[in-house]
């Protein structure tokens, strides 16, 4: 199975809503864990790494990336 590519800034997807009602997020910091912010109430949520990528549905918005 191929990792699922995300990076910082990228609008994602989970598997399971927010209480407020939207399952869209905003990666926020990466690291060995990631912060990922909810776009409908901007409640921050800093989880493993490894628990992100199980939760993560799919990207839905990738951030402007700049190419070295």
Same mark, same amino acid.
């Given at each position: 199975?191929?990792?699922?590519?995300?990076?910082?800034?990228?609008?994602? !997807?989970?598997?399971?809503?927010?209480?407020?009602?939207?399952? !869209?997020?905003?990666?926020?910091?990466?690291?060995?864990?990631?912060?990922?912010?909810?776009?409908?109430?901007?409640?921050?949520?800093?989880?493993?790494?490894?628990?992100?990528?199980?939760?993560?549905?799919?990207?839905l918005?990738?951030? !402007?990336? !700049?190419?070295?």
């Amino acid at each position: 199975m191929e990792a699922k590519q995300f990076g910082l800034g990228d609008i994602v !997807q989970m598997k399971k809503p927010h209480p407020c009602g939207t399952n !869209q997020w905003k990666i926020i910091r990466m690291g060995m864990d990631i912060r990922i912010k909810c776009v409908g109430c901007d409640h921050s949520v800093l989880i493993p790494r490894q628990k992100f990528e199980k939760r993560l549905k799919k990207v839905l918005v990738f951030a !402007q990336r !700049q190419e070295e």
